[in-house]
């Protein structure tokens, strides 16, 4: 596709459900970012994939938020036991190393 | 935690004026980038300016550093009402890749500028 696309758009879970959001990079970006943005503020650094691995998860809230890249392109992350201060857009971002970051449009999460 | 603050927290001009957003930042620096936001999704990245660089420009966009005060601004000129948006500085911390990799960028809250046409 011509740019990050994540899926899915929206969605509304129940305190205590395990969601998973995807994210599916430019063609070739070799780096893939994960960020977190609440209502009225920007957006707040997760995880961040060269490649296949994780080079910084210092980001993640903690041990209930788990991402994977598993073939270098396509990424998913995980949130288990979700907690209603969970809700909030999910962003995407990827890039060639060294070049600005291209964003997704975000999922919005609503746990209620 | 964000390193980035800018300032206003809300611009709102006519048509036609220039806009200037200011943004501070705490640590040393690799880069210092702005995006753009509509509708609360997807940012839009608009110029890059690293830490050896005063200032830049790309269409109707000018952006200064200043590495000594820790701080940046942003100059729209001429502005149009398709510019309003919400506005983000983001630093890039990454000190020992100089050549602007991306690592980990910490964004700041954000300015909103509202156009009037």
């Known amino acids: 596709g011509a740019g990050v696309s994540q899926t899915p758009s929206n969605k509304v879970t129940e305190k205590g459900k395990y969601v998973e959001l995807r994210c599916d990079p430019i063609?070739?970006?070799?780096?893939l970012y994960w960020y977190r943005q609440s209502l009225g503020q920007g957006p707040e650094f997760l995880i961040y994939?060269?490649?296949?691995?994780?080079?910084?998860d210092s980001g993640l809230p903690n041990d209930r938020f788990f991402a994977v890249r598993p073939e270098g392109s396509v990424s998913t992350l995980k949130i288990q036991r979700t907690e209603r201060g969970d809700s909030a857009v999910y962003l995407c971002?990827?890039?060639?190393?060294?070049?600005?970051?291209?964003f997704g449009p975000g999922t919005r999460l609503t746990v209620l | 935690s964000q390193q980035g603050e800018e300032d206003p927290q809300a611009l709102s001009i006519q048509e036609g004026e220039n806009a200037t957003m200011n943004c501070s930042y705490k640590?040393?620096?690799?880069?210092l980038q702005w995006y753009r936001q509509n509708s609360g999704r997807g940012l839009v990245h608009l110029i890059l300016?690293?830490?050896?660089?005063r200032e830049k420009h790309s269409g109707r966009l000018r952006v200064t550093l200043d590495t000594s005060k820790k701080s940046s601004s942003l100059l729209i000129t001429a502005s149009r009402a398709a510019d309003t948006a919400s506005y983000f500085c983001?630093?890039?911390?990454?000190?020992?890749?100089?050549?602007?990799?991306?690592?980990?960028?910490?964004f700041g809250k954000g300015i909103t500028l509202s156009v009037r046409p």
């Open positions: 971002a990827s890039s060639l190393r060294d070049r600005p970051l291209f």
């Open positions: 300016i690293r830490s050896n660089e």
């Open positions: 640590t040393s620096i690799n880069n």
């Open positions: 983001a630093t890039d911390a990454t000190l020992e890749q100089m050549t602007g990799a991306n690592s980990k960028l910490t």
């Open positions: 063609s070739g970006h070799t780096a």
């Open positions: 994939f060269q490649g296949t691995g994780a080079a910084d």
